[in-house]
């Protein structure tokens, strides 16, 4: 069975840097983009970009771009998602998910992580 | 940007309903729009693909419709498990969107 298995939950403090990871198995790891996806506490989901590990291509949503950094190891089937320098406002869960293609340039996440938490406080 | 704008963002239903939520995309995107269920401290799932595919091993009293601006979703008689918070999501060029969420609650 297809699976995402996140890194668990991180507390940092602002300013401090951080690289969360989405192990995937199960599937052919180069052959589908990976979305990051967050949600705030209480709040509805933000796409924030993708990447292909099978060439490491990445796009961004305009929102996330120069915020965060995506990239992913293929050897190891392992995505991640970087901070330089944290903000509390970037308290939240994470997810990641892959992206299956449907009809016509359709993409849908027909798998997700568990999430991870990142609480950012002084 | 496209933008999606879904509606009503929460409402009240009661067991055996017929629940109806709209997404409308600011330009046309065909048919490229699904539809999610979230439950509280999980991840979303997959419910509809391409407006009104049926994610395999989703209940057939969920349903999509819906092309260009204006989608549906609807629930056809309302279960204890369905109450949760449903999204939108279209995707334009690789370039994705979530609707607001329409959080469905008991009645």
Redesign the interface.
């Given at each position: 069975e297809v699976q995402l298995v996140q890194s668990g939950a991180e507390v940092k403090k602002p300013g401090e840097s951080l690289k969360i990871s989405c192990k995937g198995s199960e599937y052919s790891f180069t052959s589908y983009?990976i979305?990051w996806?967050r949600q705030k506490p209480g709040k509805?989901?933000?796409?924030m970009g993708?990447i292909y590990p099978g060439d490491s291509d990445t796009?961004y949503?305009?929102s996330f771009q120069g915020q965060v950094t995506m990239s992913a190891d293929k050897s190891i089937s392992t995505a991640y998602l970087q901070w330089s320098s944290l903000k509390a406002s970037d308290t939240a869960m994470y997810?990641c998910?892959r992206l299956?293609e449907?009809?016509?340039?359709?993409?849908?996440?027909?798998y997700?992580?568990?999430?991870t938490l990142v609480t950012v406080s002084s | 940007?496209i933008q999606m704008t879904q509606s009503p963002s929460s409402l009240s239903a009661s067991v055996g309903d017929r629940v109806t939520i709209t997404c409308q995309a600011s330009q046309d995107i065909?048919?490229?729009?699904?539809w999610?269920q979230?439950k509280p401290g999980k991840?979303?799932?997959?419910l509809i693909?391409?407006a009104s595919?049926l994610?395999t091993g989703v209940p057939s009293r969920f349903s999509g419709s819906g092309s260009g601006t204006d989608f549906t979703f609807t629930i056809s008689s309302l279960q204890p498990e369905d109450f949760a918070t449903y999204?939108c999501?279209q995707?334009?060029?690789?370039?994705?969107?979530?609707?607001?969420?329409t959080k469905v609650e008991i009645k």
């Open positions: 983009w979305a996806v509805g989901l933000e796409w993708i796009r949503s305009p997810y998910a299956s449907g009809d016509g340039y359709n993409y849908y996440f027909d997700w992580g568990q999430g | 940007d065909s048919n490229y729009l699904n999610y979230q991840a979303p799932k997959l693909y391409d595919n994610e999204y999501q995707s334009d060029n690789l370039l994705l969107t979530f609707g607001g969420g």
